[in-house]
T-cell receptor, first 111, second 111 residues
Framework: DAGITQSPRHKVTETGTPVTLRCHQT?????MYWYRQDPGHGLRLIHY???????DKGEVSDGYSVSRSKTEDFLLTLESATSSQTSVYFC??????????FGDGTRLSIL | GENVEQHPSTLSVQEGDSAVIKCTYS??????FPWYKQELGKRPQLIID?????GEKKDQRIAVTLNKTAKHFSLHITETQPEDSAVYFC??????????FGSGTRLLVRP
């Protein structure tokens, strides 16, 4: 398995609270991605990073921010969580033209 | 932007039969097409991928074909086994490496 660790694996929180999900890699890959997975929608890209401090938006970036201060860590923040952000969140990594490999996911429930 | 459509949404086959899943994409700039398998509660795992400079790629019982003119690509699984039961996702990316996923196909292989 690719060296990707997502934390926490499960989280339940309330509407309006801030939430931060962490993705940590040990592969020293340049690219990191955050996706959300919802029934009927497959995986949708939220944000991605192509280097330290270099990030860009994906398909569904509204309500989310990211930061990458070190090669190995990519953080996803929900500034004020809403029920529509209840989902399973996957982090992925890749190196240039190589395939993306996924972490085990974080199941986030917002009540 | 890119749009990927995947069919069928569910597929049930008898063990030993073949299964075919089809995807179409809209952006002619897309040049990389991976397929992922996801078992219940697990991460998506890459099973095969193809780049736009080839028309077909095989790996044991799995093959992928690409028709750039028609903008469609397909996954073929021969001699299906119960352990092939899972959700399969196609995806497309251009040189930005941002994957756009189809909505998934739930494959059931009946023993």
């Amino acid at each position: 398995d690719a060296g990707i660790t997502q934390s926490p694996r499960h989280k339940v929180t309330e509407t309006g609270t801030p939430v931060t999900l962490r993705c940590h890699q040990t592969e020293n890959h340049r690219y990191m991605y955050w996706y959300r997975q919802d029934p009927g929608h497959g995986l949708r890209l939220i944000h991605y990073s192509y280097g330290v401090k270099d990030t860009d938006k994906g398909e569904v970036s509204d309500g989310y921010s990211v930061s990458r201060s070190k090669t190995e860590d990519f953080l996803l923040t929900l500034e004020s969580a809403t029920s529509s952000q209840t989902s399973v969140y996957f982090c992925a990594i890749s190196e240039s033209s190589q395939p993306q490999h996924f972490g085990d996911g974080t199941r986030l429930s917002i009540l | 932007g890119e749009n990927v459509e995947q069919h069928p949404s569910t597929l049930s086959v008898q063990e030993g039969d073949s299964a075919v899943i089809k995807c179409t994409y809209s952006d002619s700039a897309s040049n990389y097409f991976p397929w992922y398998k996801q078992e219940l509660g697990k991460r998506p795992q890459l099973i095969i991928d193809i780049r736009s400079n080839v028309g077909e790629k095989k790996d044991q019982r799995i093959a992928v074909t690409l028709n750039k003119t028609a903008k469609h690509f397909s996954l073929h699984i021969t001699e299906t086994q119960p352990e092939d039961s899972a959700v399969y996702f196609c995806a497309a990316a251009d040189s930005s490496y941002k994957l756009i996923f189809g909505s998934g196909t739930r494959l059931l292989v009946r023993p």
